[in-house]
């Protein structure tokens, strides 16, 4: 059972089934769900099971859009307007980036470069190198700080440095 953070407000559960899990253990465990009031589902093991997957490829569009110039606050605003709950880019800090660059580290050895060039995973290693690891260490790719909220939060100027390295111009 996979569960979401925070666990009271978002409604997704992922149900992991394993080869030897059997059927009254999967049946059980979405029985559960259900009576959580989760949106379950079921997925087979493998690799980043289904939500990761998707966010991280998700997530390398982002992270090649901040290497072409886009701002994190304009990607934040055209995910939230498409009606996302929280920014693509903030997403990363909320998550952590150092939780991100090792998901990134796995993923890449699984889907190589399916998933994004090598800069990535180089990329991340270098934010968290920098204790850029998003909200929880009070800054990632924005500052945070008691009392600003959202839209607010000044974009991380150390962020902005370091994602100057790995710049590459927009393709058409």
Known sequence: MHYFSPVDKMELLEIVRA???SDDTVRS???VGI???KVVIVVNDGPGFYTTRLLMFAGAEVFHLLQEGVSPKDI????KKFGFPVGSAT???EVGIDVAAHIARDMQAVFGQRLADQSMPQLFEELVRNNLHGRKSGQGLYIYQA???GGDREINPKFTEIIKNYSKEAKE
């Open 19 to 21: 080869k030897q899990t």
């Open 35 to 37: 009576k959580q009031g």
């Open 29 to 31: 465990v979405v029985s």
């Open 147 to 149: 009392g600003v909220k």
């Open 91 to 93: 997403l990363f800090d």
């Open 76 to 79: 934040d605003k055209a995910t």
